[in-house]
């Protein structure tokens, strides 16, 4: 059994409750965060805060935490749940309120906060990549917001299981935005290129530090549109996240990626970020 965190108390997971008018149940009317933490420490902290206020912002909730009071929680929060390796979830609900679609004034916000352990890929799925398909990118427009509102991402990732693949990567007026649950990069004549920001896509922690990263070991690297032959025709594709960080994908539609094994930049890239987060602890 794990401990939760949820409106100011830390509970058992089997005792968590709201109520059935939180308009996060009834309307998926909240925002969302997911952050590893490495040996109990929390990665990237200041950058994945950021990123919650935006969305926030972006759909007019106030933040009930300051950073400070944020990192008081979820760092209780591991240590409730013994440490070590794990995914911590946060969320922000506008609150309980009757069911209108109209805003509604002067209500707090449910805030919810979770940990769970933190599962490196398997070696096989490193050594031999993952199986990707396309898919039509049918979201809203407003991807940058990182809402709980999920169901078109469910749909189109189950796409990729039923199809005996790891995930969709996601294509809109011809264009490779990202994936259902990751961000997207291809390699070309030895260089990075990823979509730039904008509302199609969510703004990914471990994205942006992969380009740090590649700035930092002279990678060249580029924000560029990527189109769908563009997508075919790469020499690498990876899909990062949080959770999943930098996996190869070594088939697209059946097609073999290069060679159809994990590229050599692929392979450079995760040795930088391993030596990254090993940095940390030291």
């Known amino acids: 059994m794990s401990i939760v965190y949820l409106n100011g108390k830390f509970v058992p997971d089997d005792a968590a409750c709201i109520s059935v008018l939180d308009r996060g149940f009834i309307f998926g009317d909240g925002v969302y965060e997911v952050i590893p933490a490495y040996h109990g420490c929390l990665f990237r902290l200041s950058e994945h805060l950021q990123r919650l206020q935006n969305s926030l912002d972006a759909i007019r909730i106030t933040n009930p935490h300051s950073p400070q009071e944020w990192q008081t929680i979820l760092d209780a929060l591991i240590d409730k749940n013994l440490g070590g390796d794990l ?58 917001i990182k809402a709980i509102s999920l169901l078109p991402n469910v749909l189109l990732r189950q796409q990729a299981i039923d199809a005996g693949a790891s995930e969709t990567i996601l294509l809109r007026n011809g264009e490779a935005t990202e994936g259902a649950a990751s961000n997207l990069f291809i390699v070309e004549n030895n260089a990075l290129v990823t979509p730039p920001k904008g509302p199609f896509l969510l703004p990914g922690i471990t994205r942006d530090l992969i380009l740090e990263l590649a700035s930092q070991s002279h990678i060249t690297w580029e924000e560029s549109t990527i189109s769908e032959q563009r997508l075919r025709d790469a020499d690498e594709i990876w899909l990062t996240s949080s959770t999943k960080e930098i996996l190869p994908v070594t088939y697209l539609d059946n097609q073999k990626i290069g060679d159809g094994t994990p590229g050599p930049m692929w392979h450079k890239m995760v040795d930088l970020f391993q030596a990254f987060k090993k940095s940390l602890g030291q």
């Not at 707090?108 to 039509?136: C, H, S, W």
């Open 87 to 144: 995914s911590v979830y946060l969320q922000v609900t506008r609150g309980v309120a009757k069911r209108d679609h109209a805003l509604p004034k002067d209500i707090t916000p449910t805030v919810f906060a979770m940990a769970n352990p933190l599962t490196p890929p398997e070696k096989t799925t490193l050594q031999y990549g993952v199986r990707a398909i396309t898919g039509d990118d049918y979201r809203w427009v407003n991807c940058h």
